[in-house]
């Protein structure tokens, strides 16, 4: 991270809560021997239902963190659900101009997207209080590639897949939660992006219903890309009516439908070891038969704020 100074992190509960607030303890020392200051805006016994707070609540944590001036990082506590819920009532303007990070994943996606749409405000796909930070075992990968996306000024991250396509392109960097960015198809929240690079992932989603969302992205115009990279998308099961119809076969159908270079391999999503993503910023993607590479650059980051 920056070396020169400590990081104002805010934690913000804009989704869900924490099931477990011993981890919830950990992560919060875990960012502070990292050099953070901490400043949570959530509290536990304030969570509501499933959510992290009321909406009104969640609002108000979202607000307060863009607003304090001791503050340069604001970090989702977690996905799940409840960003649709408030997107309507937050003050968008207001926090793209706060000039801080926002990162997380998942339910988050719907928060980023409204910010590219709305403001052009690139923001961070990246690791989240629960559970990234509070594990008991967390992934160096994930935390070094959080520190030095969030630094800059560029930032890479190198993969691989059989049978990905040999591609060297370039255009904005956006996308996330595959399930969120169908949820925001037809509303003023989705980004209007061509010739991007767009890249997805998603959890607990059976190959057909990933290709079922894909296909509703590609009838609504919102595939017109120059490439398309697919991280993780795990916790799915096949049964004996798949008939051979599997995640490969999926992708090669899409291959020949969607017109448009379609890699495989991006470490991120719901799984351990994730990249950061700078959303919204400008990136490259250069691929050969041994590993591709995406490049990200002039995006916000510490060292800017700085």
């Not at 629960?130 to 190198?158: E, K, M, Y």
């Not at 370039?170 to 996330?176: D, E, H, P, R, T």
């Not at 037809?186 to 959890?203: A, H, K, N, Q, W």
């Not at 697919?230 to 490969?248: A, I, K, P, Q, R």
């Amino acid at each position: 991270m920056n070396r020169n100074s400590k990081v104002g992190v805010a934690i913000v509960a804009a989704s869900g809560y924490a099931p477990d607030d011993a981890a919830l303890a950990c992560a919060i020392e875990r960012l502070q021997t990292q050099g953070c200051v901490v400043h949570s805006y959530y509290a536990p016994s304030k969570k509501h239902e499933r959510f992290g707070g009321t909406d009104e609540g969640r609002i108000a944590q979202l607000h307060a963190a863009a607003a304090d001036p001791d503050v340069q990082i604001v970090l989702a506590l977690r996905g799940g659900y409840g960003m649709s819920r408030i997107l309507p009532a937050l003050d968008l303007e207001m926090l793209a101009a706060s000039g801080k990070l926002f990162v997380g994943h998942s339910d988050f996606t719907a928060l980023q997207m409204a910010l590219l749409a709305k403001h052009d405000a690139v923001t961070f796909a990246g690791p989240m209080v629960s559970i990234d930070f509070s594990r008991a075992d967390p992934s160096d990968f994930t935390l070094q590639h959080f520190w030095q996306c969030v630094n800059g000024p560029t930032h890479a991250v190198h993969f691989g897949a059989s049978e990905n396509p040999t591609v060297d392109v370039s255009g904005v960097l956006w996308g996330g939660n595959l399930t969120m960015l169908t949820h925001l198809i037809g509303t003023s929240y989705m980004p209007r992006i061509s010739g991007g690079i767009l890249f997805i992932e998603d959890v607990n989603e059976h190959p057909y219903r990933i290709e079922r969302m894909l296909l509703q992205m590609l009838y609504g115009g919102l595939l017109n890309q120059s490439a398309i990279v697919l991280g993780d998308f795990s916790s799915y099961s096949l049964n004996d009516y798949d008939n051979g119809y599997s995640f490969d076969t999926m992708i090669a159908y899409l291959r020949e439908r969607v017109g448009v270079p379609i890699l495989t391999g991006l470490p991120f999503g719901h799984i351990r070891e994730k990249a950061t993503l700078a959303v919204g910023a400008q990136a490259t993607l250069k691929s050969n038969d041994r590993t591709c590479v995406l490049t990200m650059s002039g995006y916000p980051t510490l060292s800017r704020a700085d």
